[in-house]
């Protein structure tokens, strides 16, 4: 009987517990693979944001930037994600015009006023930053001892080395290989796409595998970004890896977070909005994502050394996404002549 009794009351505290379960508030997050990867700062976010929400994150790891868009597209109203996390500025207006994404609270648009560390000022009534960095061509040191210093330069390099880069249609490091040319060339982008083509050794669909095929050796250097020889220097303690500087300036990319308009948790989302800004978001940015943070935080050692370039270009989000199908078919034009 006493089998029985207890028997009972497990199963009735099953029961009274279970709902209290099922009711926990679920946040989904749409953001690229690299992110939620085991090395990216997703795990460590995840575990920080479910400390104060009391809810359950579910990173969403798509295979680009590019990617996360074409998702919600797909989709459209009927997309389970809250947050869209991993666009950039140069995809922004093109997201926007999908009509999926809602404007961001006043209270989270006076964070970002007082408390950007963006190189530039930073303003936009539906996507709020998380990080940023420079494209830049990264090589090893011991390999090169007279990096190009300009996009003349890398046309200059010996006859057998190599570059390898990624498609502007599926990955923002090319799409930012892109604009960067273009910002500086301007009409004569075409031209120099194709002088270029012989120093190319392939295009990747995404950063990984072009920074993998850099890594064992099969080319010379890899469309990255400025801060990736900190990964080099503070997590392997190689100090082999630096990037090229070009005097004619590098590319600025930062890297955005948005509401969708049906966000099935909408409070919790503002929360996490709120929440890119604190320390818990930022200060895992630097040594997981290997960018800037985009909230003052400090730095880890490291990055101290790290190239700063004088110059920055950006285009506006506007102009890249009336111009961006015009560049790319240009790139391709150049890229088979």
Known sequence: MKLFRLFFVFIACAFAVTPALAEKPILTIYTYDSFTSDWGPGPAIEANFEEVCKCDVQFIGLDSSIGILGR?????????????????????????QTGYFAELPT??????????????????????????????????????????QSFSDLLDLPDDMKIVIQDPRTATPGLGLLLWIKSIYGEEASTYWQQLQPKILTVTKGWSEAYGLFLDGEADMVLSYTTSPAYHLIAEEDDNFDV??????????????????????????????????TPGFQQVIPTTNWMYPA???ELPE???????PEKSHLFDSEMVAVKQKEWINEWLQSSTN
């Open 107 to 148: 209270e989270i648009s006076s964070i970002i006023n007082k408390n950007s560390s963006l190189p530039i000022n930073f303003e936009d009534d539906v996507f709020m930053p998380f990080d940023w960095g420079w494209f830049g061509f990264v090589y090893k040191k011991d390999l090169i001892s007279n990096p190009p």
């Open 72 to 96: 919600i597209q797909l989709e459209g109203d009927n997309s389970k994600a809250d947050i869209a996390l991993g666009l950039d500025t140069n995809l922004m207006h093109l997201a926007k």
């Open 295 to 297: 909230f003052n935080t």
């Open 244 to 277: 090229a500087a070009f005097a004619d300036g590098h590319y600025l990319q930062i890297e955005v977070a948005a509401i969708l308009k049906n966000a099935p948790e909408p409070d919790l989302a503002i929360e996490f909005m709120k929440f890119i800004s």
């Open 302 to 308: 490291g990055f101290n050394s790290l190239f700063q």
